[in-house]
């Protein structure tokens, strides 16, 4: 297509022709002609096609925010030679450089480059763009080759060990009456009912009572941490605070997954992302981390709480400036509250029941959490 400078020149050329010719002056009419032909000729130097196929890799497709991370692409000619190439490939916002050498027939090419991973999100990737462009800059046409793919940049995260919640635990989960009925625990005997399966008699019991009695089964389950994230855009004015929140929403989550416990992620507009204890549970948090943002949310992070099973420990990541007072209010419905105040103006005294963690970086973080769990 051609260039502003090519549709000036075209534009100025054909009233200088017809001008020129209906005057009869030969100069500018040729003057004309020429500018008319340097057009042509530059829509005819852009239009050649590299026959080329690129695939792409990125290793690794998941890194955390800073880590080091690269675009692989390897380039076949599938055409005629090709002298080296300027080409453009997309990250994000950001548009990348990329050299491809000059290739043969045939010729197949690896090229590597790194990918911006400073800030946290799924950042597509490609495809690359090849422009080509005539001497004068009149034409220029560009075309895209290989499919894109996206880097997933997730929170930072420190290692947290599981907090105690302050309360004893069945060692495989709490057996009270109000666990619901399943087949992984035992917890007490009653009376046989039509229907249960014979495998559950209590045969001793039935014996000595002369009542057939069947064990009652739980479902046993661990304590769950329950992670919540002020998402409201009003509440950080400091993108870089924001993303400091959502670190530190990773590391608690992380640390309680990686444990074994269930996790559940909310937000003022509901839940994030929710696991219920086992392998890949960290993978699945962060992924579930790595698009969120700040946006004009209906309600407090806090008031999704409520809607939410009770028990287990609370950790609500808020900013510096946030009321204590609607954390104590639904203190009452966990074993363990801590807020994690994200770079505050001044320390507060925390609401009975509440404790508090001033957090300025990850690494205060580990270490006023760690001071936390031996506290208790």
Do not use: C
């Amino acid at each position: 297509m051609l260039t502003p400078l090519g549709w000036g020149t075209a534009a100025v050329s054909v009233p200088l022709y017809a001008a020129g010719w209906w005057l009869g002056y030969p100069e500018p009419a040729m003057l004309a002609l020429a500018g008319l032909a340097a057009v042509a000729g530059a829509l005819l130097w852009t239009l050649p096609k590299p026959s080329l196929d690129v695939r792409r890799e990125i290793a690794p497709v998941r890194v955390e925010r800073g880590e080091p991370a690269v675009a692989v692409l390897h380039v076949v000619n599938g055409g005629r030679a090709v002298r080296g190439l300027s080409a453009r490939d997309a990250a994000g916002p950001a548009d990348i450089a990329v050299d491809i050498p000059r290739l043969r027939p045939g010729g197949r090419r690896t090229v590597t480059y790194r990918l911006p991973t400073a800030r946290r999100g799924e950042i597509p990737v490609g495809p690359l763009r090849l422009v080509r462009a005539d001497p004068l800059r009149l034409a220029r046409r560009v075309r895209e080759y290989g499919a894109p793919r996206v880097l997933l940049v997730r929170p930072r995260t420190v290692r947290l060990a599981v907090l105690p919640s302050g309360r004893a635990h069945h060692l495989e989960g709490p057996t009270s009456d109000r666990s619901p009925a399943g087949t992984a625990t035992f917890h007490a005997l009653r009376e046989y009912v039509v229907g249960d399966e014979m495998r559950h008699i209590h045969w001793k019991s039935s014996a000595r009572t002369g009542t057939l009695m069947v064990r009652r089964l739980v479902d046993a389950s661990l304590p769950t941490t329950t992670v919540v994230l002020e998402t409201r855009s009003g509440a950080w004015p400091e993108p870089d605070d924001f993303e400091l929140a959502v670190d530190a929403a990773a590391s608690a989550a992380a640390g309680a997954a990686s444990a074994g416990f269930p996790v559940r992620i909310l937000t003022g507009g509901g839940p994030l992302a929710a696991t219920r204890g086992g392998p890949g549970d960290v993978e699945t948090l962060l992924d579930g981390l790595t698009p969120v943002g700040t946006g004009e949310g209906p309600r407090p992070a806090v008031d999704a709480v409520r809607g939410v099973p009770a028990g287990g420990s609370l950790v609500v990541v808020a900013n510096g400036a946030a009321e204590l007072g609607p954390v104590a209010s639904v203190r009452s419905r966990f074993d363990r509250v801590v807020v994690l105040r994200v770079r505050p103006p001044e320390p507060v005294p925390a609401p009975p029941g509440v404790q508090v963690i001033d957090v300025h970086d990850l690494d205060g973080l580990a270490e006023s959490w760690r001071r936390l769990g031996s506290a208790r």
